[in-house]
Every structure is written in C-alpha cells, then in structure tokens.
C-alpha cells in the first residue's frame, strides 16, 4: 500500500524550530521526488519544498533559508527542518510524491 504519514508538528515559539517526518511505505523514498506542502486555514495549499532523486532541493521564497528538506533512504523518511518560525507558518503541512494520495498532515502552530 502506497501511502505517506507526516509527524512532528506542534506548537512552537517565533523564532523556534521544529523537525516534521515523513514516513514513507510502499514505495522507495529515494526514487521520486518528494515535496512538501502546507494550508494555512482559509488559505489555498502552497508548496513549499522538494528534493529529487539526485538531492536537488528548491524552496518557496519565503522559507528559503529557514527550512531545510531532506531524505534518510535507510529510513524511508523524508524530513522538513524549520527553524525561525513565524506565526505565519502556521499551517497543516504535508508530504507527498506523484503517486501518492494526501496524507493526514501534520498541524504547525507558530504562537508566543
């Protein structure tokens, strides 16, 4: 079964950091290209992230230099490290590759 399940999420501080996970099965992590996304509420979802099959990641503006994508192929995993959060990053945040269907997400909530 094809399918991804995200992790990590919480409520974090501005200026905190967060790791979010994602857990991939049925599928081999380090053969797609895999990306991040997030919804804010009463927001359109956004993408965010990717890293390809030769670990060349891109990043929305406004992130670039805040997160961070990875991938652990041992693991099967791919991660998103944020750091210097702001209330604006609140959102549902997700992972996913072409064949897979929306996971579940994981909620981010970025308040003092």
Not at 92 to 111: H, I, M, N, R
């Amino acid at each position: 079964q094809v399918q991804v399940v995200e992790s990590g999420g919480g409520l974090a501080q501005p200026g905190g950091s967060l790791r979010l996970s994602c857990a991939a099965s049925g599928f081999a992590v380090s053969q797609y290209r895999m990306n991040w996304w997030r919804q804010a509420p009463g927001k359109e979802r956004e993408w965010i992230a990717i890293i390809t099959t030769e670990d060349i990641t891109h990043y929305l503006d406004s992130v670039k230099g805040r997160f961070t994508i990875s991938r652990d192929n041992a693991l099967n995993t791919v991660y998103l490290e944020m750091s210097s959060l702001k209330p604006e990053d609140t959102a549902v945040y997700y992972c996913k590759a072409s064949l897979t269907e929306w996971g579940q997400g994981t909620q981010v909530t970025v308040s003092s």
